[in-house]
Nanobody, 122 residues
């Protein structure tokens, strides 16, 4: 079993920044890739970013490339998502999840957190 807890969400104005954290416990954190997904109201959950177990490989959705950065601190069992130049279309609940590969598709992830709300005002 793996437990994931997201934090760091909130309300920010367009152009602002937030850093999300995903704290993991239960399974050996460093052995698994991890990802961030988001879901806006009446929309499907979409991939945002992923990072390999060693932190050397990252993948991003086109919509966030150049603005978001994913990182991982295995010593702290924590993954981060630094989000800069936030826009209203980034408003969503953000979820972290674990996977055996650095995947972009939600079905390849097994454990999920409860999510943290990010709201960007214009």
């Amino acid at each position: 079993q793996v437990q994931l807890v997201e934090s760091g969400g909130g309300l920010v104005q367009a152009g602002g920044s937030l850093r999300l954290s995903c704290a993991a416990s239960g399974r050996t954190f460093r052995s698994y890739a991890m990802g961030w997904f988001r879901q806006a109201p009446v929309k499907d959950r979409e991939f945002v970013a992923a990072i390999s177990w060693g932190g050397t490989v990252t993948r991003y959705a086109d919509s966030v490339k150049g603005r978001f950065t994913v990182s991982k601190d295995n010593a702290k069992n924590t993954m981060y998502l630094q989000m800069n130049n936030l826009q209203p279309e980034d408003t969503a609940v953000y979820y972290c999840a674990t996977s055996r590969v650095t995947a972009v598709q939600a079905p390849q992830y097994d454990y999920w957190g409860q999510g943290t709300q990010v709201t960007v005002s214009s």
